[in-house]
Nanobody, 118 residues
Framework: QVQLVESGGGLVQAGGSLRLSCAAS????????MAWYRQAPGKQRELVAS???????NYADSVKDRFTISRDNAKNTVYLQMDGLEPEDTAVYYC????????????WGQGTQVTVSP
């Protein structure tokens, strides 16, 4: 049974930092591309960052140079270090693994809320 458990969200002032974690189980973690998504109120879920099994990185333009995705295969965990947070980053953040067609799997965790105050 696949499980994705996100943690690390919270309330932070603009300019602050947070580090999100996502523990995955039920998949061969080291072989999967992992990704972070976010969904703000009234908006569609969007891809924030991804990291392949070979640690090739990809970022949305809106978070480039502020966010850093990383992974620890020994812990089956993917991280998202978020620096220079802006109110526009306020959203529920989710992790997932990508299918061969590069779409996210149908499995979603509960997400973790990130709220950035002005």
């Amino acid at each position: 049974q696949v499980q994705l458990v996100e943690s690390g969200g919270g309330l932070v002032q603009a300019g602050g930092s947070l580090r999100l974690s996502c523990a995955a189980s039920g998949i061969v973690f080291r072989l999967n591309t992992m990704a972070w998504y976010r969904q703000a109120p009234g908006k569609q879920r969007e891809l924030v960052a991804s990291i392949t099994s070979l640690s090739k990185l990809n970022y949305a333009d809106s978070v480039k140079d502020r966010f850093t995705i990383s992974r620890d295969n020994a812990k089956n965990t993917v991280y998202l270090q978020m620096d220079g947070l802006e109110p526009e980053d306020t959203a529920v953040y989710y992790c997932n693994f990508l299918r061969p067609d590069l779409r996210p799997s149908a499995i979603w965790g509960q997400g973790t809320q990130v709220t950035v105050s002005p």
